[in-house]
């Protein structure tokens, strides 16, 4: 695994809708801008074996610092994988979607739901929503939220940018009735 | 990135300052062009949300007391960020900083909160430099990336030291916010090797033949 840059972001939002939140909400992401393992390849039909290089080692690597930088539990928690434009969606599929990558952070966070995700692929500084949903259940609406991300000079065309992010809270006001009350 | 004692002091700031938002970005070089830097360096910003204070005022209006209330407290608030996700003062050694005004203000209002000393001098205090304290401003709307340009913090005409730093969040300002930034970083360029004024040859329009050419 090929590392360019490590980022970290702390987002704490201290009012919402005109009034206080506090404690603040926070929610943090770390993503690490590799190289493309199957860069200048051409189509490679067994993403296997680049999967087992890279995906473990990256959740091995962005699990932990995510939730130090959050500094709290996390309630909330999603992923993403933003392939530059010379490779495939498919690439940075190969690398967040498996238990390889999700079961360090599931793990770390004493989380039991699938990690909620965007996969796209995008130039250099493009914008892109990470989704977070509850830990252990993901039909605690509270907990629905996104989180927008941009790193100035990632992905190259020949990167991905993977990213895992984590909330200390549902949103900041949330105020949604359960889906229970609905069923 | 986060301690309880520093959440308690945020909490009063938001409170005292208008804050809405703050947002913390900090960057690790771990490879740059292929190779690792000899001194690997981190970049960090930390831009806090604030209503401004002058929106509704005219141009007359005297930005003095608002400016002595409001600065230092966002001084202290993100300069302590910045010591807290870079290891401290004495690993920063290059620093600026940065103003995004909503459209509904002037430049002006965020020149007065990052250019006076109640403001500037803190900083400089707090992150045990000397310098002039480089800075971009612009009005802007929310979501617009800011460049904030950085310099070495005791020899500002350090050329290894000149670097970026792009600043963004994503829903600021409103046209009646104010984004000040406070950005730094822990050494030089990745791989900085265009010498610096001691090493610099004489360079005049009479010895530069291809001005002449």
């Given at each position: 695994m090929?590392v360019r840059k490590?980022?970290?972001i702390?987002?704490e939002?201290h009012?919402?809708g005109g009034?206080?939140?506090t404690?603040?909400a926070?929610v943090?992401?770390?993503?690490a801008?590799?190289e493309n393992p199957?860069?200048?390849?051409?189509?490679?039909e067994?993403l296997a074996?680049?999967?087992d290089?890279?995906?473990?080692d990256?959740?091995?690597?962005?699990?932990?610092?995510v939730?130090e930088?959050?500094?709290?539990?996390?309630e909330a928690?999603?992923?993403a994988?933003i392939?530059?434009?010379d490779?495939?969606?498919e690439?940075?599929s190969?690398?967040?979607?498996t238990?390889?990558?999700?079961d360090?952070?599931r793990s770390?966070?004493n989380?039991t739901?699938l990690?909620?995700a965007?996969?796209k692929?995008?130039?250099a500084?493009?914008?892109?929503?990470?989704?977070?949903?509850h830990?252990t259940?993901?039909t605690?609406?509270?907990?629905?939220?996104?989180?927008e991300?941009r790193?100035?000079?990632?992905?190259?065309p020949?990167?991905i940018?993977?990213?895992l992010?984590a909330?200390?809270?549902g949103?900041?006001?949330?105020?949604?009735?359960?889906l229970?009350?609905e069923? | 990135?986060?301690?309880?004692m520093?959440e308690?002091?945020?909490d009063r700031?938001?409170?005292?300052v208008?804050?809405?938002k703050?947002?913390v970005?900090?960057?690790t070089?771990?490879t740059?062009g292929?190779s690792?830097p000899?001194v690997?360096a981190q970049?960090?910003?930390?831009?806090?949300?604030i209503?401004n204070?002058?929106?509704?005022t005219?141009?007359t209006?005297d930005?003095a007391a608002?400016t002595?209330?409001?600065?230092?407290v966002?001084?202290?608030?993100?300069?302590?960020?910045?010591?807290?996700?870079?290891g401290?003062?004495?690993?920063?050694e290059a620093?600026?900083k940065?103003a995004?005004?909503?459209?509904?203000g002037e430049?002006?209002?965020?020149?007065?909160?990052?250019?006076?000393?109640f403001f500037?001098n803190l900083?400089?205090?707090?992150?045990?430099?000397?310098s002039i304290i480089?800075?971009?401003?612009?009005?802007?709307e929310?979501?617009?990336?800011?460049m904030v340009?950085?310099?070495h913090?005791t020899?500002?005409a350090?050329?290894?030291?000149?670097?970026?730093?792009s600043t963004?969040?994503?829903?600021?300002?409103r046209?009646?916010?104010?984004?000040v930034v406070?950005?730094?970083?822990?050494?030089?360029?990745?791989?900085p090797r265009?010498?610096?004024?001691r090493?610099?040859?004489l360079?005049?329009?009479s010895?530069?033949?291809?001005v002449l050419s």
């Open positions: 090929n490590i980022v970290t702390v987002e939002i009012e919402e009034r206080q939140v404690p603040a926070r943090a992401i770390v993503a801008v590799i199957w860069a200048g390849q051409g189509f490679v067994d074996p680049g999967i290089a890279n995906a473990s990256l959740g091995k690597l962005l699990a932990p610092a939730l930088a959050l500094g709290e539990p996390a928690y999603g992923k994988a392939v530059g434009l490779g495939e969606v690439h940075g190969a690398l967040i979607h238990l390889k990558f999700g360090h952070f770390a966070a989380g739901t990690l909620p965007v996969e692929r995008g130039p500084g493009i914008v892109f929503d990470i989704p977070l949903k830990i259940d993901a605690i609406r509270s907990h629905h939220q996104t989180i991300v790193v100035a000079d990632a992905p190259h020949g990167e940018v993977v990213a992010a909330a200390a809270q949103r900041p006001q949330q105020r949604l009735a359960a229970s009350t069923q | 990135m986060f301690c309880g520093q308690a002091r945020t700031a938001a409170r005292d208008g804050l809405r703050l947002v970005y900090r960057e070089v771990v740059e292929g690792t000899a690997p970049q960090a910003s930390v831009a806090a949300v209503r204070p002058w929106v509704g005219d141009p209006t930005l608002e002595r209330r409001i600065a230092p966002l001084a202290t608030l993100v300069t302590d960020r910045l010591l807290d996700v870079l401290g003062v004495e690993a920063i620093f600026g940065g995004i005004v909503g459209t509904a430049i002006e209002h965020g020149g007065a909160l990052i250019h006076t000393p500037g900083m400089r205090e707090f992150l045990d430099g000397e480089c800075f971009a401003d612009a009005r802007a929310a979501g617009d990336p800011l340009p950085l310099w913090k020899a500002a350090t050329r290894s030291h000149y670097q970026t730093v963004r969040v994503s829903d600021a300002p046209a009646d916010e104010i984004v406070a950005a730094a970083s822990t050494g030089p360029r990745p791989h265009i010498g610096d004024r090493t610099d040859p360079v005049t329009s010895n530069v033949e291809v």
